[in-house]
């Protein structure tokens, strides 16, 4: 037990050391006119070099996220099929696809996966 707490202090301890280092050593300094534009060729830029983007984009990207996270999970119940009871396999399996299937459901209800409003 005192091993386990031991290793446990060494790993925390070096862990907020090597951030402790990262935030020192990663200080950027912003005295230089030409290395705070956004283009470092001696040129005033014309615009902003920030662009907004589309929040709808931006919602869109997400739920891909979400929905392809969940198609990663749903690859191991395929493979666990033979080593479980099938009653309980098709349980969890029909509850994980309806909670996806709601979830999407709820998306395409609120208008978020209509590309043009």
């Known amino acids: 037990m005192l091993m ?5 202090i060494i790993i925390i301890l070096i862990a907020f050391i090597t ?13 230089d006119r030409e290395k705070n ?29 979400i929905f392809d996270v969940e198609i990663a999970l749903l690859l191991p119940i395929i493979m666990i099929i033979k080593s479980s009871n099938i009653m309980i396999w098709m349980t969890v399996t029909f509850f994980f696809i309806l909670i996806l299937l709601l979830g999407l ?11 043009v409003n």
């Open 4 to 8: 386990l707490l031991t290793m446990s």
């Open 19 to 31: 951030m402790f280092l990262g935030t020192i050593l990663s200080k950027k300094t912003f005295f």
């Open 37 to 65: 534009s956004p283009f470092e060729c001696g040129f005033d830029p014309k615009s902003s070099a920030r662009m907004s983007f589309s929040l709808h984009f931006f919602l869109i990207a997400i739920i891909f996220l």
């Open 105 to 115: 459901y709820h998306e395409w209800n609120q208008g978020a996966l209509n590309w």
